[in-house]
Nanobody, 123 residues
Framework: VQLQASGGGLVQAGGALRLSCAASGITVGLSNMGWYRQAPGKQRELVAAILAGGGNTNYAEAVKGRFSISRDNAKNTVYLQMNSLKPEDTAVYFC?????????????????WGQGTQVTVSS
């Protein structure tokens, strides 16, 4: 399994970015997929997830209403649209597959990680 994340960059507060995670070795439509982020000195945290099959989505409270996770089955790619970005969104963002992604109970990431893409939001 390979997950190739891209789309990060430097943006001003209030701006937007779209991250992409191109997958190989799995079918994103048949896999639970999640986006995590890790800020300097902090633990990696789950921010968004899209479930296999029906594509139900869920989000961390900190990003609800601003971030949107989606997938394109034809391109075997998962996206994270990030709007109204804040300086506290600054982190390295990673995609992950095959995990148990929950914002109620302890989530458990799958074994496959992308290489991460840096998002920096300036104030």
């Amino acid at each position: 399994v390979q997950l190739q994340a891209s789309g990060g960059g430097l943006v001003q507060a209030g701006g937007a970015l779209r991250l992409s995670c191109a997958a190989s070795g799995i079918t994103v439509g048949l896999s639970n997929m999640g986006w995590y982020r890790q800020a300097p000195g902090k633990q990696r945290e789950l921010v968004a997830a899209i479930l296999a099959g029906g594509g139900n989505t869920n989000y961390a409270e900190a990003v609800k209403g601003r971030f949107s996770i989606s997938r394109d089955n034809a391109k075997n790619t998962v996206y994270l649209q990030m709007n109204s970005l804040k300086p506290e969104d600054t982190a390295v963002y990673f995609c992950n597959s095959g995990g148990y992604y929950s914002f109620t109970y302890r989530s458990r990431p799958g074994p496959s990680w992308g290489q991460g893409t840096q998002v920096t939001v300036s104030s």
